[in-house]
């Protein structure tokens, strides 16, 4: 369980994981943030990390997210 103190520095963890394209692991830290808090900015980044680890992303891809969508 993430207390409120820890959040930030999960959520940040989480989201370098993300932009680094280690898209499993940051999924495993969004969910978990997901679980305990309902945190709904992880729940947008696990949604994306499901969606990468589907279909990843170019080598050359700048952490920039396009809408399939509206």
Same mark, same amino acid.
């Given at each position: ?6 959040? #930030? ?8 994981? %993300? ?8 999924? @495993? @830290?969004?969910?978990? #943030? ?17 969606? %990468? ?18």
């Amino acid at each position: 369980m993430i207390d409120n103190l820890d959040i #930030l520095t999960v959520f940040e963890n989480a989201l370098a994981k %993300y932009r680094a394209q280690q898209f499993v692991e940051a999924k @495993i @830290i969004f969910d978990e #943030l997901v679980q305990s808090k309902t945190d709904v900015p992880s729940r947008m980044y696990l949604e994306r990390c499901s969606e %990468y680890i589907s279909n990843p992303p170019t080598v050359d891809w700048d952490g920039v997210y396009t809408a399939k969508t509206k």
